[in-house]
């Protein structure tokens, strides 16, 4: 009935977008120095509660998860962050456009 599905709608509108960071290990096997650099920012920040999953790009494997999604996006960097929300997936290539996001997701 409709009272059933504005309650459905209303619920979905609630729920957290998908949000997932994509990190690149190096050849070495160390992480890159950014993706260092963003994981200290994500806890300062307290955003990394909100990560829904973490995919690797590894250099060292063209069929890593992370690799894929890359080339999928048509990102050349890592680490970026993939959001899924209503419908819809957003791109962010730096932490700076990421904060943005949850900045404006906070006060929704």
């Known amino acids: 009935n409709k ?3 504005a309650q459905l709608k209303t619920e979905a509108e609630v729920l957290e977008p998908e949000i997932i960071l994509v990190k690149k ?3 070495t096997g160390e992480w890159c120095k950014k993706c260092l650099q963003v994981d200290e920012m994500l806890k300062n920040h307290e955003y990394h509660e909100h990560i829904t999953s973490i995919e690797v790009a590894d250099e ?5 998860t992370g690799m894929k999604l ?4 048509d990102v050349k960097r890592a680490p970026f ?3 899924k929300d209503a419908g819809k997936t957003e791109i962010f290539s730096t932490f700076g456009e990421f904060k ?3 900045k404006n997701l906070s006060k929704a």
């Open 3 to 5: 009272a059933q599905a």
């Open 25 to 27: 290990k190096l050849t």
């Open 60 to 64: 060292n494997d063209r069929e890593s």
């Open 70 to 73: 890359a080339e999928e996006h």
């Open 81 to 83: 962050f993939i959001i």
């Open 100 to 102: 943005k996001f949850m």
